[in-house]
Structures are given as structure tokens and as C-alpha cells.
């Protein structure tokens, strides 16, 4: 499966952002998908995850409140709706597709999309 993130933008503090992972190929609903972050000079950070049919989310403490993950599998898209953003939501954001349950470690992710970049100014 090949995916292609989009969305990404320059916003000020306390704005929302939408993010998309369009998927290609014919397999996309058998995969657990996943959103990662990476700021400069910092590891990627595991951000958010959906199971195959959408029912599952798991959300990280550090984003949890402000953050959805959703999809939809007959547009092979998921999504990634961050709210309240803040100056450290600043980063390369990834859509990933695994098949090893809601993951949180990036090794368990075996496609990843380009990557698209937010930042936010205070």
C-alpha cells in the first residue's frame, strides 16, 4: 500500500488542523493505521491509531482531548483532526500502515507515507 499525506500548513496557536493519508491499492482496510509526529532534532512520537473497521482508536495522553483519528476505508483515507494546537504541535506528521494491532512503536509499521508539515506559531 503506498500513502500520500496532506494537510499539513503554517497556523497560529489555538487553530485546528485536518490532516489525510490517501492510501492506494486494494488492501487498505486490512490495516491498522497510524498517525507519528517528528519535530526537529527529536524522535518520532507516536500520535494516534485506528484499527481496520474504524471501531478502535488509541490516543496518547500528551494529544488525547484534542486529537481524532478517523477513516475511511471505501476512500482509503484516514484522517487526523488536531485541535487547540500548540507551538510543540510543531513537526513532520506521518501516516503509517501496520498490521500488528493499535501500535504505538514505529517498528510495528510497515508502510509510511512522504510526511507533511505543521507548524504553529504562538
Known amino acids: 500500500v503506498q500513502l500520500q499525506a496532506s494537510g499539513g500548513g503554517s497556523v497560529q496557536a489555538g487553530d485546528s488542523l485536518r490532516l489525510s493519508c490517501a492510501a492506494s491499492?486494494?488492501?487498505?482496510?486490512?490495516?491498522?493505521m497510524a498517525w507519528f509526529r517528528q519535530a526537529p532534532g527529536k524522535d518520532r512520537e507516536f500520535v494516534a491509531a485506528?484499527?481496520?473497521?474504524?471501531?478502535?482508536?488509541r490516543i496518547p495522553e500528551s494529544v488525547k482531548g484534542r486529537t481524532t483519528i478517523s477513516r475511511g476505508n471505501a476512500e482509503k483515507t484516514v484522517w487526523l483532526q488536531m485541535n487547540s494546537l500548540k507551538p510543540e504541535d510543531t513537526a513532520v506528521y506521518y501516516c503509517?500502515?501496520?498490521?500488528?494491532?493499535?501500535?504505538?512503536?514505529?517498528?510495528?509499521?510497515?508502510?509510511w507515507g512522504q510526511g507533511t508539515q505543521v507548524t504553529v506559531s504562538s
Open positions: 503509517a500502515a501496520g498490521t500488528s494491532g493499535l501500535a504505538t512503536a514505529e517498528s510495528f509499521y510497515t508502510y
Open positions: 491499492g486494494r488492501t487498505f482496510s486490512t490495516y491498522h
Open positions: 485506528i484499527n481496520q473497521s474504524g471501531t478502535g482508536t
